[in-house]
T-cell receptor, first 115, second 111 residues
């Protein structure tokens, strides 16, 4: 298994500002994933963060809005830029282990409220 | 386009009885299916999975059934316990570790 720590756990933000969420894993992993869970909705994949290369974004998500860094095999950040109330969500970092197929491990999530 | 659907937002079951959670999918390319459990203020935790080459997988009180022709999977919990009260998400994958989730079903186990 993997232990994943996310910061901040929650925050209240003003419209137009940006916030960076940090994700730390207790072991080296190749791929890290960032998900969003809007209120009452399912988890939606934002992007896959690969170490040493640009993140791969899913349809509907763009780098200008959700820039991602992956400086090493245990750490990643997701920035939510120029926030609006529609960005109020839980943002979750997840990782899969080598040899696994879909058994992702998730952090506790970062609950953002945009006023 | 919701590729993975959980049509029941909530389910209430008596302690000791069977809980059955259902999930439907539309993408025939999905070849791996998973169930996750989520408590409030925590991230989802992996529960059980099944490959498309199987139609049943058991792990203790949890059994997942897959009906590929109907594009339907279900999670059976027997017997249900109060600690099983949580939101359950089904998920599907057609590419290594890239999951598509359903909307979730809130399961409440009543004593």
């Amino acid at each position: 298994s993997a232990v994943i720590s996310q910061k901040p756990s929650r925050d209240i933000c003003q419209r137009g500002t940006s916030l960076t969420i940090q994700c730390q894993v207790d072991s080296q992993v190749t791929m890290m994933f960032w998900y969003r869970q809007q209120p009452g909705q399912s988890l939606t994949l934002i992007a896959t963060a690969n170490q040493g290369s640009e993140a791969t974004y899913e349809s509907g998500f763009v780098i200008d809005k959700f820039p991602i860094s992956r400086p090493n095999l245990t750490f990643s950040t997701l920035t939510v830029s120029n926030m609006s109330p529609e960005d109020s969500s839980i943002y979750l970092c997840s990782v899969g282990l080598a040899g696994g197929y879909g058994e992702l491990f998730f952090g506790e999530g970062s609950r953002l409220t945009v006023l | 386009d919701q590729q993975v659907k959980q049509n029941s937002p909530s389910l209430s079951v008596q302690e000791g009885r069977i809980s059955i959670l259902n999930c439907d999918y539309t993408n025939s390319m999905f070849d791996y299916f998973l169930w996750y459990k989520k408590y409030p203020a925590e991230g989802p935790t992996f529960l059980i999975s099944i490959s498309s080459i199987k139609d049943k997988n058991e792990d203790g009180r949890f059994t997942v059934f897959l009906n590929k022709s109907a594009k339907h999977l279900s999670l059976h919990i027997v017997p249900s316990q109060p600690g099983d009260s949580a939101v359950y998400f089904c998920a599907a994958s057609s590419f290594y570790q890239k999951l598509v989730f359903g909307q979730g079903t809130r399961l409440t186990i009543n004593p």
